[in-house]
T-cell receptor
Framework: TQLLEQSPQFLSIQEGENLTVYCNSS?????LQWYRQEPGEGPVLLVT?????EVKKLKRLTFQFGDARKDSSLHITAAQPGDTGLYLC????????????FGKGTKLSVIP | KAGVTQTPRYLIKTRGQQVTLSCSPI?????VSWYQQTPGQGLQFLFE???????NKGNFPGRFSGRQFSNSRSEMNVSTLELGDSALYLC?????????????FGQGTRLTVV
């Protein structure tokens, strides 16, 4: 079973601070996806990274896929209260894989 | 374009009962996956259906079952409910469900077993 470990599990920061969330595995993933989930809602896809070393930017969010495709990071610049939520990484393991494996998530609270 | 619709949103059941949850995918999407989300275990994969066929199943007991209809709508059933089945059940749809494709989630069904 392929596992995704996310750290930190909880993060509470002040508005305007920067933060990085990590997603690590001992296995290679063909692609990794990042989701954000708000209480009472389903996860919403933020980005998919496919190529080792790939960097994608989404406004203040920067996503990176490790060269070996075993890890990924999400960096948020100048966090805002609207960034509060549960950040989940998920990956497909390879060809013929029809399931996403999820990390347990990082619960982010941005305090105004 | 309508999103993924799950019904009901909330459900309270008694131990030993059974329950059926419903998921209507985005129009045109043929893959439907089900996940169980709990605070301790996070999101865990239950099963995935494509064109009425189960292609993959997670490590859950046989009390958990599902099916998909010809219009891609899907149902999951849990029999002989246990307290530990209390969770948020999420359905996700995608065009094909294969590697790298986007999965769109519904709001989930919050099941409480008492």
């Amino acid at each position: 079973t392929q596992l995704l470990e996310q750290s930190p599990q909880f993060l509470s920061i002040q508005e305007g601070e920067n933060l990085t969330v990590y997603c690590n595995s001992s296995s290679v993933f063909s692609s990794l996806q990042w989701y954000r989930q708000e209480p009472g809602e389903g996860p919403v896809l933020l980005v998919t990274v496919v190529t080792g070393g790939e960097v994608k930017k989404l406004k203040r969010l920067t996503f990176q896929f490790g060269d070996a495709r075993k890890d990924s990071s999400l960096h948020i610049t100048a966090a805002q209260p609207g960034d509060t939520g549960l950040y989940l990484c998920a990956g497909y393991s390879g060809a013929g894989s029809y399931q996403l494996t999820f990390g347990k998530g990082t619960k982010l609270s941005v305090i105004p | 374009k309508a999103g993924v619709t799950q019904t009901p949103r909330y459900l309270i059941k008694t131990r030993g009962q059974q329950v059926t949850l419903s998921c209507s995918p985005i129009s045109g999407h043929r893959s439907v996956s089900w996940y169980q989300q709990t605070p301790g275990q996070g999101l865990q994969f239950l099963f995935e259906y494509f064109s009425e066929t189960q292609r993959n199943k997670g490590n859950f007991p046989g009390r958990f079952s599902g099916r998909q209809f010809s219009n891609s709508r899907s149902e999951m059933n849990v029999s002989t409910l246990e307290l530990g089945d209390s969770a948020l059940y999420l359905c996700a749809s995608s065009p094909t469900g294969v590697l790298g494709t986007e999965a769109f989630f519904g709001q989930g069904t919050r099941l409480t077993v008492v």
